[in-house]
């Protein structure tokens, strides 16, 4: 196993350095970029991202967040709303960004960079990257955690009962309720959760913005787990739907074939009661795929999918990070976002690998190529 570990922690270099080319190379071609983006806003032509949430918390956008020093501000104050730029001072912004040096300099300084973990400073947030992630981490990690655990506290049990029950009528309405959840999109049930109990028509039961209420600092600690929780009610309902449908049919399936195998006949000939014969026998092997799937399903949920969740509850979290810095062309946050999601993800598959021969010893990868 140790040979097999070293084999894909040695396939990551490549696959992480292949995924940076590609990501950078795309971005090459892509129109515009943040020296345009402080041009345009210094002529009062942006109507982009960048002018619509400038001045929002976390930084000041824009040119006033690129140009930093005294005597830029003079600059910029200089420029404003002038009907040309000067190209000197085009090519002050150029070097500020990095745009100076070549292409592939860049790549290769990036990277080199990236090995050591310097993600260098945001273009427009006068802030390091790694101070902006941490910032953002908090919603994220609530988001990632509660919503993995209920949809697996909720779905196990309920799998398994469906499996045990097949095609009874209760196995046949829960099927048909999962199914209706499944199809509706986290976004949209969001919506109708909001209608109807954060003040929309209805009810308003719960909040709509952030992750605490203000003052909750000096809350005593059970208020503050409670108003914790209050304000994350809605959101993981929202995403924890298709999650939850999802796992609910993997573990009935998983078990429905289980139960229909020789071991389990020899086990109830053998005199084993049913509950001994369900989470004795079948446990262990119907939950394998669904177990080992544990840690992906945590990363899923903690760097996917969770954009118009956030940006419905207004939760600033790194979904919401990683969008913003798309529009607004703020690439250190960009690829840094990537560099750290691959290397995430390409983690948690070894550790899903791992998690296999944990739950099953009769696994072994080490016999098998990468």
């Known amino acids: 196993m140790t040979a097999y570990i070293i084999r894909r922690i040695l396939f990551m270099i490549p696959t992480i350095f292949g995924i940076m080319l590609v990501s950078f190379v795309v971005v090459q071609f892509a129109p515009g970029g943040p020296v345009e983006r402080v041009i345009a806003q210094l002529s009062g032509n942006d109507t982009g991202a960048t002018s619509r949430i400038s001045g929002s918390a976390g930084g000041d956008f824009g040119a006033r967040g690129a140009l930093q020093s005294g005597a830029q501000m003079d600059i910029n104050a200089k420029y404003r ?20 040096k070549p292409a592939y300099q860049r790549f290769f300084l990036m990277m080199w960079n990236y090995l050591r973990f310097d993600f260098g400073k945001s273009y427009f947030r006068d802030v390091t990257v790694l101070q902006l992630i941490k910032e953002k981490l908090p919603v994220s ?18 799998g398994i009962r469906k499996a045990v029950r097949d095609g009874s009528q209760f196995d046949v309405w829960t099927s048909s309720v999962i199914i209706v959840g499944y199809a509706i999109p986290g976004f949209l049930f969001a919506i109708l959760l909001i209608i109807l109990f954060a003040g929309g028509s209805f009810y308003d039961i719960f909040p709509l913005r952030g992750l605490t209420s203000d003052g909750w600092s000096q809350f ?46 020899t086990a109830r000939a053998k005199g084993c009661s049913e ?3 369900l989470y004795g026998h079948i446990f262990r092997n119907a939950m394998l ?78 016999t098998r190529e990468v």
Do not use: C
């Open 81 to 100: 709303g002038a009907q040309g730029l000067d190209p000197e001072f085009i090519k002050s912004l150029e070097k500020q960004f990095g745009f100076d």
């Open 141 to 158: 990690i609530s988001l990632g955690i509660w919503m993995t655990l209920l949809s697996y506290l909720i779905s196990i049990p309920l």
């Open 220 to 265: 005593p600690w059970w208020k503050k787990i409670l108003d914790y929780f209050w304000h994350l009610t809605l959101p993981i309902i929202s995403m924890g739907l298709a999650a939850f449908a999802t796992m609910t049919l993997l573990t009935k399936n998983s078990f429905l074939e289980e139960l229909r195998k020789q071991y389990v006949l």
């Open 275 to 277: 509950h001994q014969v």
């Open 289 to 366: 795929l669904v177990v080992a799937g544990f840690p992906g399903a945590f990363v899923s949920a903690f760097f996917a999918g969770a954009l118009l969740i956030e940006t419905i509850f207004s939760l600033d979290g790194l979904g919401l990070l990683s969008f913003e810095s798309v529009l607004n062309r703020d690439y250190p946050v960009v690829f840094a976002n990537l560099y750290i999601f691959a290397l995430v993800g390409l983690v948690v598959n070894l550790i899903s690998d791992l998690t296999y021969t944990w739950i099953d010893p009769r696994i072994d990868f080490e």
